[in-house]
């Protein structure tokens, strides 16, 4: 079936610093997302791509939809401590509503 | 209220036993999803309905799990004679229905623990 490869797996980085996580998959989707989820919550929206080569920011995050519509990347910039969290993409192909998601980036972030 | 709604937060069950967990979708939503996150894992898709009708079930890991929607709200995973190895946080999400232009909104799980 389809899988998506998300990496890094965990980052441990200083506030301040900039971070990039990614996505790749052998499969072409049509909407790339990108959730965060906190300890005891539901994963929650950051940014949702819907064109190749689309570039959308959100605040210090950035993510880009590959050209080839078979990857993603999320940036932060300037992290602060409340960045710590689960970061997960997601991908969605044809019309099924079915999301597919990557296993996630754990960030920790040093004060 | 103004997101989705999941009940219990927590349940702990012996093994062998049913259980029942409850998805309340935001108004309005007529796609809802159910996902199952293991310990330190991603989310694995289990079955999603559009209005009342699940057009994709291949998610569900066994016969032990069903689900249905009435209404086109409330929707309701009830897993049969339950293993430990169904011990895992099960998150609900809704949508607007249009795929590509309403992303998906996620509760706060319930936890299931299996003893």
């Known amino acids: 079936g389809q899988q998506l490869n998300q990496s890094p797996q965990s980052m441990f980085i200083q506030e301040g610093e900039d971070v990039s996580m990614n996505c790749t998959s052998s499969?072409?989707?049509?909407?790339w997302l990108w959730y965060k989820q906190d300890p005891g919550e539901g994963p929650v929206l950051l940014i949702a791509?819907?064109?190749?080569?689309e570039l959308t920011s959100n605040g210090r995050l950035t993510a880009q939809f590959g050209i080839t519509r078979k990857d993603s990347f999320l940036n932060i910039s300037a992290s602060i401590p409340s960045d710590v969290g689960i970061y997960f993409c997601?991908?969605?192909?044809?019309?099924?509503?079915?999301?597919?998601f990557g296993q996630g980036t754990t960030l920790q972030v040093k004060p | 209220g103004a997101g989705v709604s999941q009940s219990p937060s927590n349940k702990v069950t012996e093994k062998g036993k049913d259980v029942e967990l409850r998805c309340d979708p935001i108004?309005?939503?007529?796609?809802l999803y159910w996902y199952r996150q293991s310990l330190g894992q991603g989310l694995e898709f289990l079955i999603y309905?559009?209005?009342?009708?699940?057009?994709?079930k291949s998610g569900l890991p066994s016969d032990r799990f069903s689900a249905e929607r009435t209404g086109g709200s409330v929707s309701t995973l009830t897993i049969q004679r339950t293993q430990q190895e169904d011990s895992a946080v099960y998150l609900c999400?809704?949508?607007?229905?249009?795929?590509?232009?309403?992303?998906?909104?996620f509760g706060n799980g319930t936890r299931l623990t299996v003893t």
């Open positions: 999400a809704s949508s607007l229905g249009d795929y590509h232009n309403s992303p998906l909104h």
């Open positions: 499969s072409i989707f049509n909407t």
């Open positions: 791509l819907y064109k190749a080569g």
């Open positions: 997601a991908g969605l192909s044809g019309n099924t509503g079915k999301l597919i």
């Open positions: 108004s309005g939503h007529t796609a």
């Open positions: 309905f559009q209005g009342n009708s699940a057009p994709d």
